[in-house]
């Protein structure tokens, strides 16, 4: 089946520094998601990339989808202690099929 | 604006109970997910549903069951509950579009004693 992963599993950075998760599919995806979860919250949908090679920002956030459709990344710029969370991607071979999460990015940003 | 449902958002039960969580998607998606997410994991899809048709099937044991209503609402149904069903259920709803982008609950944290 479907196995999407992330690295790295754990990331601490101090308050300002970057940070970045990498997503890798063992399969091409129709479509890339992306999701934060704050401790004790559920995932909240942040951005969708569709198209190969794709890139998107979101203020500090840029996101990222691999040419070949099977890895993505995110990447904060000067990181804030409001960005800690666990971040997953989840891939979707497309139509009404279930989409995959990635095993998640766990980041803390020490002020 | 409107965000998905679920109830209740805690529950206790001993081993061996059943237990039942129920989901009001966004009004408008009529397709719902489940998900269980155990401690400093990710979250894992059980069960989809579309138009009140089981569109997908994931890791969702036997003992569990699940259904979709005329009014779009979900209800999983866990029998023999076991220690290790102890978790967060997630209920999600989507638009039917080729990008299903889906919109989580708060969640249902199961606790079996």
């Known amino acids: 089946g479907q196995q999407v992963m992330q690295i790295p599993q754990y990331q601490h950075v101090q308050e300002g520094e970057d940070f970045t998760t990498y997503c890798n599919s063992s399969?091409?995806?129709?479509?890339i998601q992306w999701y934060k979860q704050r401790p004790g919250g559920h995932p909240v949908f942040l951005i969708q990339?569709?198209?190969?090679?794709e890139v998107k920002k979101q203020k500090r956030l840029t996101f990222q989808f691999g040419e070949a459709k099977k890895n993505s990344s995110l990447h904060i710029t000067a990181t804030q202690t409001t960005d800690v969370g666990t971040y997953f991607c989840a891939g979707s071979s497309g139509g009404y099929q279930k989409v995959t999460f990635g095993t998640g990015t766990k980041l803390q940003v020490i002020p | 604006a409107a965000g998905v449902i679920q109830s209740p958002r805690h529950l206790i039960k001993e081993k061996r109970e059943t237990a039942t969580l129920k989901c009001y998607p966004i009004?408008?998606?009529?397709?719902v997910y489940w998900y269980q997410q155990g401690p400093g994991q990710d979250p894992q899809f059980l069960i989809s549903?579309?138009?009140?048709?089981?569109?997908d099937k994931g890791s969702i044991p036997d003992r569990f069951s699940a259904q979709q209503f005329s009014d779009y609402h979900s209800e999983l149904n866990m029998s023999s509950l076991e220690l290790g069903d102890s978790a967060l259920y997630f209920c999600?709803?989507?638009?039917?579009?080729?990008?299903?982008?889906?919109?989580f609950g708060p969640g249902t944290r199961l606790t079996v004693l």
């Open positions: 399969t091409t995806l129709s479509n």
């Open positions: 990339l569709v198209k190969s090679g």
């Open positions: 999600a709803s989507s638009l039917p579009t080729l990008t299903n982008t889906q919109y």
């Open positions: 549903f579309y138009e009140k048709m089981q569109s």
């Open positions: 009004p408008r998606h009529d397709t």
